[in-house]
Structure formats: structure tokens, C-alpha cells
């Protein structure tokens, strides 16, 4: 089983950036896919981006494009997420998650995150 603990969230204005992390407890298999998703007050929780651990390209949701980058850093097991020019409609709970297929479908993730919360201020 991995363990997956989040970091980096907090309050911030519009337009502000925020680095989100995501420790892994174990080292990834090679075909791990890595993802970030979150869950908006009353919503339900969306993909924002995804990337294998042992390269290649990341898949983002069209609502983050251009502002978020995912990334990894192999010797230590973490995953980013770095969000720039943040906007109200960003504040969420961002979950991490891990799985085997390159999918933005939420049930293709086999471990999660507890998330952390990131708020956006007009």
C-alpha cells in the first residue's frame, strides 16, 4: 500500500501561485501514473492534471492549462503541482493519487491522499 500525504495549501488573493507536494511513502513502480484531482465546495471531484512518474508528457484539464504544471522528483518520491495565476473558482481540497493507467478518470487511481485545502480571494 502507498501512502500519499499533501502539502502546501492555504489561502491566498487572485492571481497569487501556490506550490502543492505530495509524498509518496514508497518508490512508485515505473509504470505508476501520478495524478491531481480536487473537490470544490458542493461539487464533485474533477482531474486537473496527471503524468506518468517515469517521464513523458502530463495531460492537463482544460480549466488549468497554461497556469498549473505538474512535475516529480524521482530521488525523492514527491509530486508538485504549481499553480500560478490562481482564480476564485480554483478553491478546493486537491487530492493526489496514484494508479498504473493514464487515465483522468478518478476510478482508475488506486491510492489517495487525505488532500489540502486551497482558497482562492477575489
Known amino acids: 500500500q502507498v501512502l500519499l500525504e499533501e502539502s502546501g495549501g492555504g489561502s491566498v488573493q487572485a492571481g497569487d501561485s501556490l506550490r502543492l507536494s505530495c509524498g509518496a511513502s514508497?518508490?512508485?513502480?515505473?509504470?505508476?501514473?501520478f495524478g491531481w484531482f480536487r473537490q470544490a465546495p458542493g461539487k464533485e471531484r474533477e482531474f486537473v492534471a496527471l503524468v506518468r512518474w517515469h517521464g513523458g508528457s502530463a495531460f492537463y484539464a482544460d480549466s488549468v492549462k497554461g497556469r498549473f504544471t505538474i512535475s516529480r522528483d524521482n530521488p525523492t518520491n514527491i509530486l508538485y503541482l504549481q499553480m500560478n495565476d490562481l482564480k476564485p473558482e480554483d478553491t478546493a481540497v486537491y487530492y493526489c493519487?496514484?494508479?498504473?493507467?493514464?487515465?483522468?478518470?478518478?476510478?482508475?487511481?488506486?491510492?489517495w491522499g487525505q488532500g489540502t485545502q486551497v482558497t482562492v480571494a477575489s
Open positions: 493519487a496514484v494508479g498504473s493507467r493514464y487515465e483522468r478518470d478518478q476510478r482508475a487511481y488506486d491510492y
Open positions: 514508497q518508490r512508485p513502480y515505473s509504470n505508476s501514473v
